[in-house]
Each structure stands twice: as C-alpha cells, then as structure tokens.
C-alpha cells in the first residue's frame, strides 16, 4: 500500500479548472516532484494533499484510507510562503505546532533541539522568528514541518530563500527523511534539484498534467540532441556535415546541435580527423531543456 | 480534546506573557486603585480647605440701609449658630458713599479677607431687599443656593415665630415623610429596598462586566484569528487541529484571560476597600452582600457565560472572514454595534425595566443576555419567560458555533481572490468540523 495515492483529482474555482484530473503515487521513502511554472496548480495540488482545500473530483488516498483527522498527525506541510507566528519564540510554536500533531511536550522539545543542532542554530530556541533573517526563518518553518515525525511531508519550495551552503544543509536533510522512509511530495523551480532527488516527477502545465514518470523514462523519451566536443586545435567544417542542426562556440570547446544520435558519430570521424578529442559527448537532455520545452512549447 | 487544551493553554500562555497586555493590566490596576482611593485623597487635600467662605457685607447705620443690614446680619447669625458652615458672613462698617464702600470690599477681596461681597437694594415683597453676590468668580450658583436656602429658612423661623407655634408645632412641620418603596411579587414575598439597591447594583455590575469581556476579548479573539490567517500559520493549524477545537480552544484561552485579568481588577478593588481609610466611605453605601438573591446571580452568571459565548464565537468568525489586521475594525463594527446596543438598552431602561422595548429585547438571543438580567433583576418575571429566553439562546449559540466554525474552516480560502457564494457553500459542506 503506498503512504500517498492521488487519482483523478479536479479542482474548479469558478468556472476555471486550477487543477484537472492529476494523478500519482508516492512510494515510502520517495521524494517526488511536482513541477510547473507559476500558477500551474502545484500549490492547489498540494493543498488538497494536505486537505486544506476539498477536490471537486477524485480521490486521495493514504495508505490506501481517506481524508480524515486521523491523519492530520501523519502529515507535514512546509508552505510556501512563511506561516510562524512572528512574536512567538521559537522553542513555544514549534513545540505547540508538534503538540497539535500528537507529539508529547517532551518528544517535541527533544527532538526541537536535536533539529536545532543539526541546522547550527541552537541559539534560536529561545529568539522570536521576527528576529530572524529569512533563510533562518525557512530552516525554523523546515523543523516546523518535520519535527512530529510525518510519514508524509508536503514541501512547496523548500529551498526558496536559502544561501547555496544552507540549501545544501536542507538538501542532505530532505535525502535522510527520504531513506529513513518518509515519502515527500516536493516541488520546486530548480531543476537541478529536482534531478538530484526525485526518482519520479509530474509536470504540470495550465492545470493539466504534460509530462509524467520517472525522470530516466522521460528522459529516454526526448531525443539526444547535443553533442559537446572538445579538441586540442579548432576544428572546421563541422556544420557542413549533414544532420548538424547548429554550432556553438563554448568555453569548452564546441556545443553542436544534431537531429538524431547517428549523426554523432559522424562528428567524432570528423573532429578526429583534423585533431586530438579530448572529451566527446552525446548529452542526454536536462530536466532543465524538458521543462522549458514541455512548458514553453505550449506557450503560444 | 488533548489538542483543545493545548490550544486553550498556548493562547493564554502567549497573552500572559505579552508585554502588552501585562502593561495594560497594570495601568487599569493602577487606576482603579485611584479611582477607589480618589474620596479618600481629595478629603485629605480638603482638610484645609473646610474652612468657610468669607462673604462681606456693608453694616450701616443709616436708615435706607437698615433692610439690608438686618439681612446680612441674620445670615451672619445663622451660619454662625451652624456647625462646620460653608459660608462666614463679614460685617464691614460703612464709610459714608457706595463709592467708598464698594472700594473698601474689594480691597478685602484683593487681601484675600473675603470672597465676594453682598449689595443690597430696595425692598422687594420677599421680605428681602433686592440682592446680589459679587465675586470675582463666574456662575457661582452653588454659593447663591446656599444663600437663598438660608434666606428661606430664616424667613420661615420668623413667620412661624410670629404666627405663635409651639416648638413641637414647628418641629412637625419639619418632619421628613418617607414612603418605603418595597416590589412585590405575585408569587411570593416582596423585596425590601435594601435588597432592590442591591440587585440593582448586581445588575449594574453584571452588564457592565459582559460588556467589557466581550468587547475586549471578541476584538482579542477576531484580531488573533486574523493575525494567524495573515501569518499564514493557519494553513497549518487547520491541517493540524480540528476546526472547532481550534476555534474554541481560542476563545476558551481567551475566556480564561479576561476572566483572570478582571478576577484581577476586582481583587485590586476590593484590597483597596478594605484598606482603613476607606472602612467608612463602604459602611456610608449599605451594600449587604448576603441580600444577593441566590437565583438572581445563577441566572447572571447563565447569562453571563452564554452572553460571552454567543459573542465569541460570532466574533472568530469575523476574524475568519478577514485577511489582513488593517481590515479587521471595519468587519467587527457591526458586532461592536450591537453589543453597545444591548448594552445600552439595559442601562437605559434600569429606571423603566417593564418598558415593551425591553420585554421584546429580552427575547432576542445577542440583547437578551443584557436585557433579560436587568429585566430578571428589577421585576418579576415568570419562569417561563427566562427559560425561553434562555433557550432561544443556547438555539442561538448551536447554530452560531456550527456556522462559525464552518466559516473558520472555509475562511483559509478566502486569500486574496473572493470566493463566489457558490463556492462557499460547497466548501461550507464539505469540511467537517
């Protein structure tokens, strides 16, 4: 029985559709993502995850039973955007946030503490969360959503607001929550986030799921169009070769656009004939070019 | 109900230990504490300030003169016949023209010998010659009262003197007449005025007590739900915490912060009544706690509680609605209103407690906790009447609950965009409480 399933789930404000027939699972010890530009309904997804709001549609379903207070205790929500009381020390929402969730008081201060010295902050136990800068706030809101032990957490923009030294502090955190056996359902803007921990993705675009699987199966589905080729001495000639869709000159050397994977070997003959290749590569597409292309390619 | 009472210890924990709030506790303590000593103090300062006004007045000889002379020197006499007088009268000779005179008096005003000075003119059929006080105070009217009561009463001493009345005549002409004033019941026995004072006073106390708990803790409450919607912890309570345990847990934390904070101010009263000094001051008021009506004050404290309640709730709901703190005063005014309206009627009608207004008020469920008191305590009403009224507002409070918190629920929605009536009440239908 999987911790998280959600089929045919719909959701209408009005006459628009936020979010139309969505469907995945969640495996224990998974982080999926959930990606789309703005206003594409992952935060309206996340929220009937979370039972904030009622779908018009569907079903959602954990470890195999409906919505219910029961289950409230189970869950985890980081939101988006910040939601800690501002006057109220850290050590007492935290404590009072974990209480609501069924944790004893000594459990939640125990385990508060230990978050605390994880994140290097023990000294916040007793400061107010408007004394704090943002990315401190979102590592309090982070504990916030993790300190009762859910074996669901729902994190919207996790790592928004955080310098690259804390976004790898949370991102090491998130990896442990995920192989000690939580399943998490994540979203966010950064690509290469997403390919560092998700096995499984959606991708939703103007309410409607475009993209879905795991992220090698998609990626297998997209066509190798780049080839990046560095030589000792310049290389000429490169877009005479037939299937050569552009050339760009890196860096690094060359990055040439090609229609298909045969025409890779046509590159390498070619380069190698005029020069030593010291790196030659056929590159899968990034998360990064699909979204962009799944996203944008329905723009118009 | 483990969460209830966490919630309920959270927000009166983090109200007790608001410098805010313990700041205003103290000033209102402080206040009062001046307020029930204020008597006490101004006598002390009035010590030196029982002495007498000086009045001056012209002692003349001459003949026209002699109406006003007699006036002045009967007044002199019976202010001076009177123990602790406000006034002293002061004869001053007279130098021969009004000029000289009038020059003379104010010279006594300016050495501070007197406060203003009597003149008098031609005789009038009062039995006294035309007079006036000068000073240089305005609107003195206290002091000319005192002046024509004493007149009064020294004219009456002379009539009655002369129409031959015995002493014993003359002191049963001044006898007070009382009526006692005692409510009768159909029912049973009656209320003596001891016991009415009492009540009222009971009543007075109990409308008034309602009135702050509710204005300020509905305000408390409202401002505290908005605050949370705006802070956006709501979205993680509601995920966390049954609605209605959290609505209530509000408004029970709440309930037991205004409840202490007033418990409070009346143990800050009542230290400063029993203090020495002011034993006499109580004593003077003939407040008899034991003539409480034991009925009355379950029925006030009935009140009480579900006149808070209704409030309450009715204000979280409006905290729901809202999202940020700037439009709160806005949304809570009609609630504000009506409270001050309930209020009003009762304290208004404490003279006429059997007016329709109030008998038709007493019936509906947010006036009635104001008005079915007063009502309860200052007539008789049957039994059935308070039963009813107290029904209709525990029918009142289920179906204010049920909606608020179904509201409370559904108000995390209502960000930014305004969500359509339609939507509302399907969300409204779909969240358990």
Redesign the interface.
Known sequence: MKPLVVEQVMKQ??EKTAVNNISFEVSEGEIYGLLGANGAGKTTTM?MV?????PDGGSIKYNGKPYS?EQ??R?G?L?E??????K?RVS??II??S????MSRKDADTNLKYWLERFEVPEYYNKRVEELSKGNQQKIQFI?AVNHRPSIIIMDEAFSGLDPVNVELLKSTVKELRDSGTSILFSTHRMEHVEELCRNITILHRSNTVVKGSIKEIKKQYPRERVILTTENDVTGLESISGVTGVKLQEYGYEIGIQNEAVGGEILRHAMAQSTVTRFEIKEPTLNEIFIKTVGDRHE | MNSFWTVVGFTARNKFRGKAFLITTLIIAVILSIGVNLPYIISQFDKGGDKATNIGYIQSTNVEAAAGTATGDSLKAFYEQQENAKLKLIAYPDKGSSEENEKQLKQAIKDNDIKGYLEFGAMTPSGYPEMSYKSEKMMEFSLTENLTGALQLIRQATILQDAGLTDEQVAQLNAPINIAAVQISSAEGGRTPAEQGVNMGLIYFIIIFLFMAIITSGQLIASEITAEKSSRVMEILITSVSPLKGMFGKIFGMFTVVLSQVSFFIIVILANVSLPHNKDALAGLDIDLTKIDPLLLAYAIIFFLTGFFLFATLYAAVGSIVSRTEDLGQATMPMTIISLAGFYIAIFSLSAPDSMLVKVTSFIPLFSPFVMILRLGLTDVPFWEAALSIGLLLVTIYIAVYVSAKIYRTGVLMYGKRPSWKEIRKAMKAYKI
């Open positions: 404000y009005g929220r979370l039972g904030l709001i009622y207070n409230l205790s869950l929500y939101p955007e910040r939601g800690l009381y501002p109220i007492d929402q009072y946030l209480q609501l969730r069924g916030a």
